[in-house]
């Protein structure tokens, strides 16, 4: 499967980004969004299972919403009250694990990017 992301932007603290992930073909079981800033290792975001559980990273919980809809192969990362410290490269990954461990993804896209200014 491959994956492509778009969506990313720059935007003013305390805007809204929404953040889009799109599959050549079935996502597996669960999709994941993880982002990474210059320096920093990648971390997980938030996921969402075949069944529609979810979870979220605590620094982005109550902001950040994952969807995804499996007729149209498509998930989303609605990002909204966005803070500078979420700038970052935000990638989608798809695998069978309901972890936000990126070592546990082997499908990623290329990356979208965020930017969040003060």
């Known amino acids: 499967v491959q994956l492509a992301e778009s969506g990313g932007g720059s935007v003013q603290s305390g805007g809204s980004l929404r953040l889009s992930c799109e599959a050549s073909?079935?996502?597996?079981?669960?999709v994941a969004w993880f982002r990474q800033a210059p320096g920093q290792e990648r971390e997980g975001v938030a996921i969402?299972?075949?069944?529609?559980?979810?979870n979220y990273a605590e620094s982005v919980r109550g902001r950040f919403t994952i969807s995804r809809d499996n007729i149209k192969h498509i998930a989303h990362l609605q990002m909204d009250k966005l803070t500078p410290q979420d700038t970052a490269r935000y990638y989608c990954?798809?695998?069978?694990?309901?972890?936000?461990?990126?070592?546990?993804?082997?499908?990623w896209g290329l990356g979208t990017q965020v930017t969040v200014s003060s």
């Open positions: 990954a798809t695998g069978w694990n309901f972890e936000l461990d990126p070592g546990l993804f082997r499908y």
């Open positions: 073909g079935l996502f597996y079981e669960n």
């Open positions: 969402i299972g075949g069944d529609r559980r979810t």
